[in-house]
């Protein structure tokens, strides 16, 4: 019996399942992908996703899987290289048959973007933020805000309550360019300027000349946006005196904790925990004191996917990536302790905080939305 015909005799008299449906191995698994920089300097940050995804697949199969049927996923390393990224989409595409795939980093979602449009192969993103993912294709949806966004919100905070005069560091790369290009537009529009602008490469690890420079034309605060290397910036900026207070947007959070970022301000898209229960298990599954922000995200996007894989199975429909894309489009809004979020375009819309940090404490100073803060 051919795979396709093995899964439809599984799901014989529930639904129908087309051969472009969800892979299933030879054990009778379904099968979803899950594309991450698991080693490369991203992969701190990847393999937190990792476990997010992970995780979420071990508590729906606890509870009795899809239907009675187990869901495994597959991971493939991106390295954080958009070829590497194209060759893991295709393998997963061609030998896993996967319908649904879920995506990191602003550079590798960009890339695959294309490649899903053209084999109707719905991509999640739950973490990348570059604005050009808003359009990048019908199938690539965004379970976050994108950065401009949170520039306009962060924009109006940082004018009417830090200073008018900044500078920027920026990562040479979409989502880098993506917060200079939005955070100057709306900070300018506010009526502030910026001082200087010094670009860093992804992967970079001295700053120290980048620092000295943006520190030099004395602004009230520095604007960085940058997506990895987070730690040694920070122990870098604790070399240069005086270095100003800075403000970044969601993937600042790795900032947090240090003593030179003491002060320091970012937005954050609103995201709560699940029950202890939930909780505590996945601090016992990963041996980790907390469940970190990638995690949450990524273990809530992969439980959109199952919530709207459990719809297009309930209506009869074939598991492919335009049904589950129309599932989640129908649905509409998924709301769980991590996050309220409302499908109205491919790009969610979600609440996004003003954090400072204080102390062990990133302490919520207000919170609004893009619409609110033009």
């Given amino acids: 019996m051919t795979l396709t015909g093995t899964l439809r005799a599984l799901f014989a008299g529930t639904m129908m399942v087309a051969a472009s449906g969800w892979a299933m191995a030879a054990d009778g698994e379904l099968v979803l992908g899950a594309l991450l920089p698991l080693t490369g300097p991203a992969a701190p940050i990847g393999i937190e996703e990792q476990q997010g995804v992970q995780f979420a697949i071990d508590q729906v199969n606890a509870k009795g899987g899809l239907n009675g049927v187990p869901v495994r996923i597959v991971f493939d390393d991106s390295q954080g290289k958009p070829d590497q990224a194209v060759l893991a989409f295709n393998r997963m595409a061609d030998l896993q048959d996967v319908p649904a795939m879920i995506t990191?980093?602003?550079?590798?979602?960009?890339?695959?973007?294309?490649?899903a449009t053209r084999r109707e192969l719905l991509v999640v993103n739950p973490a990348a933020q570059t604005d050009k993912l808003e359009n990048a294709s019908p199938y690539l949806l965004n379970t976050i805000p994108l950065v401009k966004d949170e520039a306009q919100v962060l924009a109006k905070y940082a004018t009417a309550n830090i200073g008018k005069n900044a500078a920027i560091v920026y990562e040479n790369a979409a989502a880098?360019?993506?917060g200079r290009d939005d955070f100057k537009k709306y900070f300018e529009a506010a009526g502030g300027k910026i001082l200087a602008e010094e670009p860093v490469e992804f992967g970079q690890t001295n700053y120290r000349s980048s620092?000295?420079?943006?520190?030099s034309v004395?602004?009230?605060?520095?604007?960085i946006a940058i997506t990895q290397s987070h730690e040694t910036m920070a122990d870098q900026v604790g070399q240069v005196p005086g270095f100003p207070v800075a403000i970044g947007n969601t993937f600042s959070r790795p900032f947090f904790g240090y003593a030179s970022t003491e002060g320091w301000y970012q937005t954050a898209i609103q995201s709560g925990?699940?029950?202890?229960?939930?909780?505590?298990?996945?601090?016992?599954?990963?041996?980790?004191?907390?469940?970190g922000f990638f995690a949450r995200e990524y273990f809530n996007a992969t439980n959109i996917i199952i919530e709207a894989a459990r719809l297009v199975t309930k209506d009869g429909a074939s598991l492919t990536g335009t049904t589950l894309r129309d599932a989640i489009f129908k649905i509409k809004d998924f709301n769980s302790p991590i996050a309220d979020i409302r499908f109205d375009t491919n790009t969610a819309s979600r609440p996004v905080e003003i954090q400072q940090y204080k102390g062990k404490e990133r302490k919520v100073i207000t919170t609004s939305t893009a619409s609110s803060a033009q």
């Fill in 211 to 215: 620092l000295l420079k943006v520190a």
């Fill in 273 to 291: 925990y699940p029950d202890d229960a939930t909780l505590e298990a996945f601090k016992t599954q990963f041996d980790a004191e907390d469940m």
């Fill in 218 to 223: 004395k602004p009230d605060f520095v604007y």
């Fill in 176 to 178: 880098g360019i993506d």
């Fill in 104 to 115: 990191a980093f602003s550079s590798i979602s960009l890339a695959i973007a294309p490649l």
